[in-house]
């Protein structure tokens, strides 16, 4: 089983930052790609970014130029800087992750971090 841990959300003035982290642990082998998604109230799921292990990074157009991700590979760690921050940018961002674990495939959610921008 991988278990994800997000932190790093929190309450913001629009214009300002923040950065999310997001680890994983438990039984993994590799970790293929590794992603942040976020739902606002009312709203479906929807992908904000995304990063291969090798580095390839996809973004949504809505934060392209604003959001970068990384990951510490040595560490199954994914960040999220989030810079000039939007009232529409407010929303539970989950982290989510896609291998292998020990003989078997994983697809594994966190739990979800809170991000509010104020105007």
């Known amino acids: 089983q991988v278990q994800l841990v997000e932190s790093g959300g929190g309450l913001v003035q629009a214009g300002g930052s923040l950065r999310l982290s997001c680890a994983a642990s438990?039984?993994?082998?590799?970790?293929?790609?590794m992603g942040w998604y976020r739902q606002a109230p009312g709203k479906q799921r929807e992908l904000v970014a995304a990063?291969?292990?090798?580095?390839?990074?996809n973004y949504a157009d809505s934060v392209k130029g604003r959001f970068t991700i990384s990951r510490d590979n040595a560490k199954n760690t994914v960040y999220l800087q989030m810079n000039s921050l939007k009232p529409e940018d407010t929303a539970v961002y989950y982290c989510?992750?896609?291998?292998?674990?020990?003989?078997?495939?994983?697809?594994?959610w966190g739990q979800g971090t809170q991000v509010t921008v104020s105007s």
């Open positions: 438990g039984s993994i082998f590799s970790i293929n790609a």
């Open positions: 989510n992750a896609e291998g292998y674990g020990l003989g078997y495939p994983f697809g594994s």
């Open positions: 990063i291969t292990s090798g580095g390839s990074t």
